[in-house]
Structures are given as structure tokens and as C-alpha cells.
């Protein structure tokens, strides 16, 4: 399968011919988006959904049961522990919750995927799913993110390959840094840059 990071927690997916895209936010690079056939979403918040741009994109949509995304005509709710395929690729709903920033919010539905038993999307959260997995994708950066608990995360996770996500709003020196981390203490982590791929 082949990986293809773009801004923040956006990524593209290719295998056998089919394309999925997963979290293309606001602040996503429009091209992760050409001839996709399908689209994941892990929660509702606009740093993983542009959901002006997936309304005119014409592909299905997926995304948590009970997300909020009001403009999107077309989505297919995905509940917690479904196993479901999507344009070609096997893929299971795990997790069920936004990681907290502070006094219970926000409170918002949140899945990681697990794509082909190879790669996982965590979305904004730090579930660390029952299967095995083989491509970790690491939350660099957020309000609800210390770097510690991502690196052990990653290690609970234990995947042979790992590349960070969710890392858009960190200035290139606080990137050197997060990234020199993961480079320390997670087996198998390599950075990819925007428009990168593995």
C-alpha cells in the first residue's frame, strides 16, 4: 500500500488501483483529494474535514455516527468496531472518543481506522486498537497532546513502521524537535514531509 502524507492529518492511500483519502481538512493540499474514490473522516472538527470541498467532490463520504457535519448531504455513518469495506480496502472502526483538552471537552465522536490490517488513523485520539498493526500514523502536536503520551502510544501500538501526523500548527524548529524524539524512542519512525511518500 502505498502512503502519501499531506498537510496535518491528511493522507492518501493507494493500492491495486483505488484511492483513499482520509481526513482532508481545511488545511489539506486540495490534490490529496484527485481521483479519489473514497473518503474516511475521523471526527468533525474542520482540521480533518473540509466538508465544502467534500460536498462538491461527488466520492462517499464516511465518517463517526453522530459526527455533526450539517453541509455534507451524502455521508454513511460508521460506528465503533465496524468492519466495513471501502473502495476495495478493508477497513475497521476503533477507538470512540476525542481526546480531552481540558474540563470534558471537547466531547465529540472520534474513530481511528484500521486500513487493510496495515494502516492505522488514529484521528485525534490515542486508542490503541486490539489488532495488530503494521503502519502507525502519530499525532505530532495538539491541544490535547503531550508528546509523552504519543510516544508511548506509539509504543503500546508496537507497528514496525511509523510517520507522524496532525503536526501542522508546530514551527519548524518545535517540528525538529518532535520529530527528533519520535526518531529516538519509536522503532521504525520516519518523518514524511507534505506531499511525501512511503
Known sequence: MLITKYTHSCVR???????????PGTWSEPRALAGA??????HEHTDHVDVLRLAGLGVPVY???????PDLDQVTPIRVGQRFNVAGFPVTAV?????????????????????GGDVYHPGDSLHVPDEPVRTLLIPGQGSWLRLGEAIEFARAVGARRAYTIHDAQINERGLASVTGWFAE????YRHLAPGETA
Not at 492511500?13 to 481526513?23: K, R, S, T
Open 95 to 115: 477507538g470512540g472518543r476525542h481526546a480531552l483538552i481540558h474540563d470534558g471537552q471537547p466531547d465529540c465522536v472520534n474513530l481511528g481506522y484500521l486500513v
Open 37 to 42: 474514490d473514497a473518503v474516511l473522516v475521523t
Open 185 to 188: 524512542t519509536v522503532p521504525g
Open 13 to 23: 492511500l493507494e493500492h491495486d488501483g483505488a484511492v483513499l483519502v482520509i481526513d
Open 63 to 69: 465518517a463517526p455516527e453522530g459526527a455533526h457535519l
